[in-house]
């Protein structure tokens, strides 16, 4: 395409789409900014700052790291959202309390593990108050532990949920469904404060850095979320597109009435739609605390809204799409920071989202394909 | 052509125990609303039955009655002596009945293969000989076997969707109007390779607003009024009938 055909191109494209004009010179703002600030000079136009400021590579490439970090877990809690939506046809707000009771949970049989053997009395070592904290080269197998224990415990978590709320309601339509999750979401979030109490607790600190580059390195317990996330979703990609179960999940997604003609058999994948997905908003919220260090028994609400946000980027009840929206999300929330001081960060992963709305109604991946 | 097709009321009906699909004095419907009023039929071995009638008339809702998908409210269906009534669509495929919805009928994520694969989920492995078979009964879909489902189109997607209800090896195949929004060229094609599975074995019973290309292919048929039997009979006679040309068949 020669230059002329590109302008007028560009020409017709601002013309009829306006936002993606305004959209592009934003983006072209922030490019030219971040690289002005790298060089490390200021441009000031009448004495006001233009473009530039000082940032080092190093502290980018480690915004870049935190951004995926977080983005990998809150779109392996994603996973399950955007799956429950597609299959069990409802959004479903207790998804991230789900979370915190998969955190809790980890880092209960984590901790007592931890201190397996010790002289203590079993309630300083099921309580998080005594300052305990766990990193994954110097204690590994409290950490594995915790990891296996937040799957299984959530999935059981979740089942029992199905069959006390869920099940009861199944044909029931999605506003009561979801307006039974919001009472499911309290239930589960209060009864975790009455065990645990309201308070933040510190239960996990890195105890080894590598530096990979100079001015970036990494933590022990960030490369373990960052392995135990990759593979996870490497694994649920397998499982949907190798095995039959997968199959029949996508297949279930795509039009449910025809599955149950066809002869899968649709309880059977509803339930483990909801052990595949509790298993995995479960491991996402522990290692969200591997990654932050802190636990607090709102933390997995105070974080669905980002999950939400994640899934419907992603194009809600595409499971790709959860993916990948987690860690655009993940990345916008932390490179937000190069511009906006640390409180709104938060407001431009949401403006990301309306954008991403706006130029794609359906989300990245949305109606592609739906599993 | 003054051949006069039989009134349903003088005919007598077969012992049940004696066809493969025999339906009797059934009641049926969606929720509170009746649609079939002690509908009688039946499909004998590898026979090949069409439905026909006036918009409304309940033809759909008789196949979806077969397969377990309206609510039962009186009457009895047996299939291969079972009586399957009151049976959930995924016990009466076991029994050897496969359904061809009319709308949506393939999984369009899925791949053709995948969409093949689904049909035979009942069993512990993938049938390939079966699907070899669906391939080389329609040589498009192994083509196509990689792609969506939803990129196929119309005839493809309906062949496709047989094929799946083919998997199993059914001894009945419902199809709900095979010939639904396809081109003028593709429909003759359609009701060819209706007659290929009819061939080999496979009892057909079939929904068709295409009456009389379908009546002139089919064994036996029958005509549906507001949810009763009105006429059954060969399909030739059905045709030679003149209450019926002019009733239902367009004159």
Redo the contacts between chains.
């Keep these: 395409m020669g230059i002329a055909e590109s302008v007028s191109e560009g020409r017709r494209l601002a013309v009829e789409r306006p936002g993606v004009g305004v959209l592009a010179v934003v983006l072209l703002y922030l490019v030219v900014d971040l690289l002005v600030k790298l060089s490390g000079t200021t441009v000031l136009a009448y004495g006001i700052p233009l473009v530039g400021g000082s940032l080092s590579t190093g502290s980018l490439l480690s915004m870049l790291l935190d951004g995926l970090l977080v983005g990998l877990a809150v779109g392996l809690a994603g996973i399950g959202l955007s799956m429950t939506y597609s299959i069990l046809d409802f959004a479903n707000f207790a998804h991230g309390d789900t979370v915190t009771a998969g955190a809790f949970l980890g880092w209960v049989a984590a901790s007592l593990t931890a201190t397996a053997g010790a002289d203590a009395a079993l309630s300083e070592r099921f309580l998080f108050d005594a300052g305990r904290q766990l990193g994954a080269a110097s204690a590994l197998l409290p950490i594995l532990v915790g990891l296996v224990a937040a799957a299984v415990g959530t999935v059981g978590v979740v089942l029992l949920i199905d069959r006390l709320t869920y099940r009861p309601m199944r044909g029931a339509d999605n506003i009561s469904l979801l307006i039974a999750s919001i009472g499911v979401a309290l239930a589960l979030r209060y009864l975790i404060a009455f065990v645990f109490g309201t308070q933040t607790s510190g239960v996990a600190s890195s105890s080894v850095r590598f530096q990979i580059l100079p001015g970036l390195a990494v933590t022990d317990n960030e490369l373990a979320l960052l392995f135990v996330s990759a593979s996870l979703m490497v694994g649920v990609h397998l499982l949907l597109q190798r095995t039959k179960l997968g199959k029949a999940m996508r297949a279930m997604a795509d039009n449910e009435d025809l599955a149950r003609v066809t002869g899968i058999p649709t309880e059977r994948v509803v339930r483990f739609t909801w052990i595949l997905g509790g298993a995995l908003a479960g491991v996402g919220g522990y290692l969200l605390v591997l990654e932050s260090g802190t636990i607090s028994f709102n933390f997995g609400w105070i974080r669905l809204l980002l999950i939400f946000a994640a899934v419907i980027v992603g194009g809600i009840g595409s499971i790709y799409g959860a993916m990948a929206g987690g860690v655009l999300i993940g990345l916008v929330d932390s490179l937000a920071l190069i511009w906006l001081p640390s409180g709104l960060t938060r407001a431009a992963a949401f403006a990301v989202l309306i954008v991403v709305l706006l130029l794609r109604p359906s989300g990245i991946f949305g109606g592609v394909s739906t599993a | 052509m003054s051949q006069q097709a039989s009134r349903s009321t003088a005919v007598t009906l077969p012992d049940p125990a004696e066809s493969l699909l025999a339906v009797r004095d059934l009641d049926a419907g969606y929720g509170d609303l009746q649609v079939l009023d002690g509908v009688d039929m039946d499909v004998g071995d590898g026979e090949y039955v069409v439905i026909v009638g006036p918009n409304g008339a309940g033809k759909s809702t008789v196949m979806k009655s077969v397969?377990g998908?309206t609510t039962y409210m009186g009457g009895s269906v047996t299939f291969d002596g079972r009586e399957i009534s009151k049976r959930r669509?995924?016990e009466i495929?076991?029994e050897g009945i496969g359904?061809v919805?009319q709308n949506?009928?393939?999984?369009?994520?899925?791949s053709v293969r995948?969409n093949l694969?689904?049909?035979a989920?009942?069993l512990d492995d993938?049938p390939e000989a079966q699907i070899e078979a669906v391939y080389d009964r329609f040589p498009i879909l192994e083509e196509r076997s990689t792609q969506?489902a939803g990129t196929l189109s119309g005839g493809q997607q309906q062949m496709l969707a047989m094929g799946?209800a083919l998997m199993?090896d059914p001894d009945l195949l419902l199809l709900d109007e095979p010939s639904a929004g396809l081109a003028p060229d593709l429909v003759e094609e359609m009701f060819d390779r209706i007659d290929g599975i009819n061939e080999d074995g496979t009892a057909v019973m079939m929904v068709e607003q295409n009456a009389k290309e379908a009546l002139r292919r089919c064994d036996r048929g029958y005509v549906l009024v507001q949810g009763r039997n009105r006429y059954q009979d060969t399909g030739e006679t059905l045709l030679a009938d003149q209450d019926v040309r002019q009733e239902f068949l367009g004159g």
């Design positions: 397969f998908l669509p995924d495929i076991h359904y919805p949506e009928n393939v999984f369009g994520s899925l995948e694969e689904m049909g989920y009942i993938v969506t799946r199993l």
